[in-house]
């Protein structure tokens, strides 16, 4: 297993589009989450799956983000209708269980939007 | 809530002297508390880690930290940097979400750490 994966790396688009990306936790994970960070500050939490069911949303999740977990496997994180604040880091993290288990990161998304 | 503080967002030190970041929490039960290292354009990789038991952790690359349960301190500390330590670090606790009964992580702002020649 080569750890948590992000794609794609990077993305520039322009204000109004809709963006998708895409994360693959380790394997035997079944929680999985998304931040956001913005230069300088520390991950903001965003979303958290327990295998697919959504358990909690942060609410700087505002309507035009979507996020899914089919299948308790791989996740998807939507953004629609992109603006200039959404520009950030996006990354997604996995764990075996809550508690004192840690969460591992991928590379995360960085998001550009002009 | 739970909370991290993360004293200094800059922090230089020379190369071969201490590194000591600084981190505090706040949380209203037993804390899990973890330091991560972020290195430009990367995801965070885990340093250390706190859950029970023995209150001093080491971690990789030699770095270590103490749990004060008294001080509500979870500081990060190395005897000698190395150029290679120069990076962001990041102190944060997982607590226990009240609507979801799950646990998520929370993070400080982070300490930029910068290591002279």
């Known amino acids: 297993d080569t750890g948590v994966s992000q794609d794609p790396r990077h993305k520039i688009t322009k204000r109004g589009q809709n963006v998708t990306f895409r994360c693959d936790p380790i394997s035997e994970h079944n929680r999985l989450y998304w931040y956001r960070q913005t230069l300088g500050q520390g991950p903001e939490f965003l979303t958290y799956?327990?295998?697919?069911?959504?358990?909690?949303k942060s609410r700087l999740l505002s309507d035009r983000f979507s996020a899914e977990r089919p299948k308790g496997s791989f996740s998807t994180l939507e953004i629609q209708r992109t603006e200039q604040g959404d520009s950030a880091m996006y990354l997604c993290?996995?764990?075996?269980?809550?508690?004192?288990?840690?969460?591992?990161f991928g590379q995360g998304t960085r998001l550009t939007v002009v | 809530a739970q909370s991290v503080t993360q004293l200094g967002s800059h922090v230089s030190v020379s190369e071969g002297a201490l590194v000591l970041l600084r981190c505090n929490y706040s949380s209203s039960v037993p804390p899990y508390l973890f330091w991560y290292v972020q290195y430009p354009n990367q995801g965070l990789q885990l340093l250390l880690k706190y859950t029970t038991g023995a209150t001093l952790v080491k971690g990789i690359n030699g770095f270590e930290a103490e749990f004060k349960k008294s001080e509500t301190s979870f500081h990060l500390t190395k005897p000698s940097a190395h150029m290679s330590d120069a990076a962001e670090y990041f102190c944060a606790v997982s607590s226990r979400s009240g609507t979801s009964g799950t646990y998520k992580y929370i993070f400080g702002t982070g300490t930029r750490l910068k290591v002279l020649a």
């Open positions: 799956f327990q295998n697919e069911a959504q358990l909690e």
């Open positions: 993290a996995s764990s075996q269980r809550g508690g004192g288990t840690e969460a591992f």
